[in-house]
């Protein structure tokens, strides 16, 4: 998916021409500026939509194995994302975001369909494709009043809202994991910290996933494991943000909303759960705590934003067979 560039600074330029106009409320200013900077060019799914797929189109939605083209293409979720889930544009004073399972999604098909056995099968990819393309079309955000006025400054994001970032997804992530029978994940001050300190290598690094800085960047996990006292199975799922252009490293201003910043948590979440075939379901296994054995359980969970606007989801599994010079802190959410 290519993401509308200059988005932010169309953005914020729409908000001040709105400001000469009398009749324009602040209310209408914030939910304009969350929608320009939460609009894409990917297709929001319906049911129906996926109805009518043709064969070319599945063919986006599933490993290149299963296609028997030379090569892999392992693609970063939200980049390549052909659907979307629903972003609201009527905000609500408590909006109960969730993400709903859909019928067929279980983490036995998706271990299967992760499995080398299976990610050459066509016939599979294309089933489990459409299962998850359901889970896309049953599922919507919608923004809180309040935090559409929250401005969130990613040069330099504080404890306090990667917290309530790490918060609002694991509210959303483990209620989804426990419907399926797997293990939720705990959150701790640590753990949430290792996420941000992994984000912050990538803006350093201007690791904006554009040229040769795509995918993963290579120094993360030497840099943060050593500073946190992490040995083994630290996982990372990385997406550039699905809604929003902040890529140039010349830009100064990478301002967004609280708002903007759920939004783009919970539709990361989505896509990596249920339109992750061209990357062979790896977020998704990661993401649904199926990666890590049940005996280095639990694991640890922090959300991290980097200044381009990537999200960093990490893992950290700690017990007393691995990590255990890892300090969890204080406990967050479990």
């Known amino acids: 998916m290519k993401p509308f560039s200059r988005m932010l600074e169309l953005a914020l330029v729409g908000g001040l021409l709105l400001t000469t106009c009398s009749v324009t409320t602040n209310a ?18 319906t049911t129906q939509k996926i109805q009518k797929l043709t064969q070319a189109d599945l063919n986006h939605f599933i490993p290149t194995q299963a296609q028997k083209v030379i090569g892999n293409q392992v693609t970063d979720p939200g980049s390549d994302a052909i659907f979307i889930p ?37 016939r599979i990819q294309i089933q489990m494709g459409k299962i998850g393309l359901r889970g896309l079309a049953i599922n919507s955000f919608t923004p809180a ?22 918060r609002f997804a694991l509210l959303i992530l483990n209620p989804a994991i426990q419907k399926l029978g ?46 946190f006292n992490v040995k083994d199975v630290a996982e990372e799922n990385y997406s550039d943000n ?18 903007t910043l759920k939004a783009t948590i919970y539709s990361s979440m989505a896509i990596q759960m249920y339109e992750d075939g061209p990357s062979y379901w790896g977020h998704a296994t990661a993401l649904m ?3 890590i054995h049940p005996k280095y359980q639990p694991n640890y969970f922090g959300v991290g934003f980097d200044k381009f606007g990537g999200i960093h989801f990490m893992m950290v599994p ?17």
């Open 182 to 227: 797997g293990i939720p994940y705990r959150a701790t001050t640590n753990s949430i910290q290792f996420a941000q300190a992994s984000a912050d290598v990538y803006s350093k690094d201007n690791w904006n996933n554009t040229g040769d800085k795509t995918g993963h960047d290579p120094k993360v996990k030497p840099v943060v494991s050593k500073a």
């Open 318 to 334: 700690h017990n007393h067979l691995v990590n255990r010079a890892f300090v969890l802190g204080q406990v967050v959410v479990e």
């Open 289 to 291: 705590n199926l990666d």
């Open 145 to 166: 009043k309040r935090d559409l006025k929250r401005p969130v400054n990613l040069n330099r994001i504080t404890f306090a809202q990667s917290k309530e970032l790490t």
């Open 28 to 45: 209408d200013q914030s939910i304009n500026l969350f929608k320009a900077q939460t609009t894409n060019d990917a297709t929001v799914a």
């Open 86 to 122: 629903k972003v609201n544009y009527q905000a609500s004073q408590n909006p109960q975001n969730q993400l709903k399972v859909p019928n067929g999604y279980t983490l036995k098909k998706l271990k299967y369909a992760a499995s080398n056995k299976a990610i050459g099968n066509y």
């Open 242 to 259: 699905p809604s929003f252009n902040l890529t140039s490293p010349k830009l100064k201003q990478r301002t967004v909303s609280m708002a």
